[in-house]
């Protein structure tokens, strides 16, 4: 007999939680869906010479190895071999690390059929093998939209106006989504003087949020950067709106810069194609994320009323397919929401309430057996209009009965007993206000329905 | 560079399978929810522990394994170890196999919070490392719902029910669904003087479908029993409708052997509460299915156009709990759609045909760069209207722009140049026909609505 319990870092998800989950994912899912975006599903199991050698040394300690099957050390000299030699030896298959790469292998490999530019959305967990603390788990979902195959910067804009979309229908009202452009944060080293260090000073600055600019500053410093270098940062290192004059100032700041220009140009056209961005939108210098990856536009989205981190993030990649032989360059962008961080914020605002529905309608409590076939009839009378209906599965006592009814949250009670079966009546009881009346059976969905 | 491959058995999802896929599960989900079943999810790693010794060794054989992280070899003596004996040392996790031991491990972990009687609906893949076939996958979805902790028929009539409302809804017309019960089967053991031999008496006639009753019978002969033995058991292993006659024929049958008496009085009771029970549902006196584990009535839905193998079962079970330390036994009941062969099913039906809705509505089509910004106005607009709306992201040849929205199968295009932006009217084709018109964008939303 083993006692029950689930791997580190992993979790259920309970009737309560999955109503509340679906709330979120459900809207994503629609607001995806109503710009064209398909649905995509990839393996949980991808081949390791897949996942390795793109999250960098660090990703692929976190990638989770599936042993071979059958006889897995047949043919392999154990002797003094160290785990990480035996590694690839007895796995050659790891769990999905991300939703990016499985969507550039899938393009890779469909190259003949995928239509460009092809718009897909991917709603699937993903497993990394980190060390399990508060809010991050070893299993955990991502929620991607990508459009591969086009530079045009409606991408960026459709993708301002989805999150704006989005945090709307989840009824979040105080968001930031800030925006940068890699070029702009090239051009700022590139007037400092400082070119060279350019991949650390990205991490550095990244870091804004948490330690402020005297932070930053001090670790620029230790990279050996000098006073003057540090204000010419310092002055692009700042949040500002995302409007015409913030471009104009961008313009003064870095006009001697050539590389620049990409990035001021891109931003203008974003900025010609959301005709009313709302000040939730932040033109952030300090802005960096993954680097290595993204080519152009990136962004982040927090929520100001909780320490959560970026609820989501994403950016414009020109090389994406490239590692899988794709001889022509995909130019694509993608944006990611983290649905775990999501949910905790929408708990820690008090956002669900009311939002999620009820898993029952309507339950017929059944008073004496024989009760049983009428309340069958009319639970299946009451699903056809839509209305989600359960028969307590026997006559236990009414009390018993409502308990259940009321930890389900279900509203109405439908009695039935052999005083209903004689009189041919029904006894419906509003479980919020206690009330209870008497109808016939053909007026019961109408009554059901009036109820709040 | 890596060549893009998947691991053998599995399957990426397009978009154009998702959609049918969809259809599937929202309908099979919808009518769970309608009988009051609740959503769990849990996570797809278990404990070995938890998963091991709960499907037969040859089950055991085929958990896929997960590899402990970091250094998994240090303290193990690799010396004269072979990977039987040095599986359990390196890998204390595994994938899910199927739904059913999560669900008992989860009652078990949450008995004090989880109110009785549970009904959950599970949609998850589940992943065994069995050899691949058409049709049979490493990595395959099941779609479960359970209903825990009530012996009352009103479980089995509720399940015969969402079986019909499930079929109704995806179009399938011509199904059985075969109701047997254990009792039954070993009443007519005891009848025939065999019940030593039940378990392989259990496995040749559940090849009845493939061998029929001359295979059978050579199988029973070669158990050891005689043609009067067989002759009992050819009388009960006969399909015959699911009605009172065929309980009273079966009553006469059985009528000496007490076992028979639980399962015909259960039988009563369900056909009791299925007062409209269709000619659909059959009493299948060879549908032994595993009998380890289930103990009371049992299911399977077959379809009868398709060779494709059942699309469901499920049973009664009493001591599923049990085995994760929980003391009360706990009786439930379950069903699980295979969705892959659901799915082929309905590819082999043709079914799908115009039941999935189009990925996109409309499909703005620039005629030149400046046409964008009205375009993407309109387009928000329209998907205030709940309309799917694209903007074609640059003013490519108008060719290329329509192969895009036939290839996506999208029905209309509005078409915006400078002949449109000067005399503020927009061209709206119907891709169906061909058919072109002019309008004002106070006309759009309502000429798009009538497009059929």
């Given at each position: 007999m083993s006692k029950a319990?689930?791997?580190?870092?992993?979790?259920?998800?309970?009737?309560?939680?999955?109503?509340?989950?679906?709330?979120?994912?459900?809207?994503?899912?629609?607001?995806?869906?109503?710009?064209?975006?398909?649905?995509?599903?990839?393996?949980?199991?991808?081949?390791?010479?897949?996942?390795?050698?793109?999250?960098?040394?660090?990703?692929?300690?976190?990638?989770?190895?599936?042993?071979?099957?059958?006889d897995y050390?047949?043919?392999?000299?154990?002797?003094?071999?160290?785990?990480?030699?035996?590694?690839?030896?007895?796995?050659?298959?790891?769990?999905?690390?991300?939703?990016?790469?499985?969507?550039?292998?899938?393009?890779?490999?469909?190259?003949?059929?995928?239509?460009?530019?092809?718009?897909?959305?991917?709603?699937?967990?993903?497993?990394?093998?980190?060390?399990?603390?508060?809010?991050?788990?070893?299993?955990?979902?991502?929620?991607?939209?990508?459009?591969?195959?086009?530079?045009?910067?409606?991408?960026?804009?459709?993708?301002?106006?989805?999150?704006?979309?989005?945090?709307?229908?989840?009824?979040?009202?105080?968001?930031?989504?800030?925006?940068?452009?890699?070029?702009?944060?090239?051009?700022?080293?590139?007037?400092?003087?400082?070119?060279?260090?350019?991949?650390?000073?990205?991490?550095?600055i990244d870091k804004m949020d948490k330690i402020a600019w005297e932070g930053v500053e001090k670790e620029l410093q230790s990279l050996g950067l000098d006073n003057s270098q540090c204000n010419i940062l310092a002055q692009f290192l700042i949040k500002r709106p995302f409007n015409l004059s913030t471009l104009e100032t961008l313009n003064e700041l870095l006009s001697s810069q050539t590389k620049a220009t990409k990035g001021l140009s891109d931003l203008q056209q974003i900025l010609s194609f959301c005709n009313n961005t709302s000040d939730r939108v932040i033109l952030d210098g300090s802005l960096a994320r993954g680097l290595d990856y993204y080519t152009g536009c990136i962004f982040e989205v927090i929520?100001?009323?909780?320490?959560?981190?970026?609820?989501?993030?994403?950016?414009?990649?020109?090389?994406?397919?490239?590692?899988?032989?794709?001889?022509?360059?995909?130019?694509?962008?993608?944006i990611s929401f983290g649905i775990d961080r999501l949910y905790d914020a929408m708990e820690a605002l008090q956002l669900f309430s009311g939002k999620t529905p009820a898993f029952t309608d309507v339950l017929f409590c059944p008073m004496e057996d024989n009760a049983l076939p009428w309340c069958i009839e009319l639970a299946n009378e009451l699903r056809q209009q839509q209305i989600k209906t359960e028969v307590y599965p026997q006559s236990s006592k009414l009390k018993k009965q409502l308990d259940y009814a009321n930890a389900k949250g279900i509203k109405a009670a439908v009695l039935i007993g052999s005083n209903e079966i004689n009189t041919k009546t029904l006894s419906v009881k509003n479980l919020i206000t206690g009330e209870q009346m008497t109808c016939q059976a053909n007026d019961l969905i109408s009554i059901i329905s009036q109820m709040p």
């Open positions: 319990s689930i791997p580190q870092g992993t979790r259920d998800f309970s009737p309560e939680v999955m109503a509340k989950r679906k709330f979120i994912l459900g809207h994503i899912e629609r607001i995806y869906q109503s710009f064209g975006f398909m649905a995509l599903e990839t393996p949980a199991m991808e081949n390791l010479s897949t996942l390795t050698g793109k999250y960098g040394n660090e990703g692929d300690q976190l990638i989770f190895k599936i042993l071979n099957n059958g050390l047949k043919d392999i000299d154990v002797l003094n071999i160290d785990a990480k030699s035996l590694t690839p030896k007895i796995a050659e298959k790891g769990l999905r690390y991300d939703l990016t790469v499985p969507l550039a292998r899938f393009v890779a490999m469909n190259r003949h059929t995928v239509q460009l530019p092809f718009k897909r959305y991917q709603i699937q967990p993903v497993w990394r093998a980190d060390r399990p603390q508060k809010g991050r788990y070893r299993e955990f979902w991502q929620c991607d939209a990508d459009v591969l195959g086009t530079d045009s910067m409606l991408c960026e804009s459709d993708f301002i106006q989805i999150y704006q979309m989005v945090f709307t229908a989840l009824g979040i009202e105080n968001y930031q989504i800030r925006i940068n452009h890699r070029a702009l944060l090239e051009a700022a080293c590139e007037k400092a003087n400082a070119v060279d260090h350019f991949k650390s000073i990205t991490v550095a929520i100001n009323d909780v320490a959560i981190g970026s609820v989501s993030g994403g950016g414009r990649y020109d090389e994406l397919t490239s590692v899988f032989g794709l001889k022509e360059a995909i130019s694509g962008i993608g």
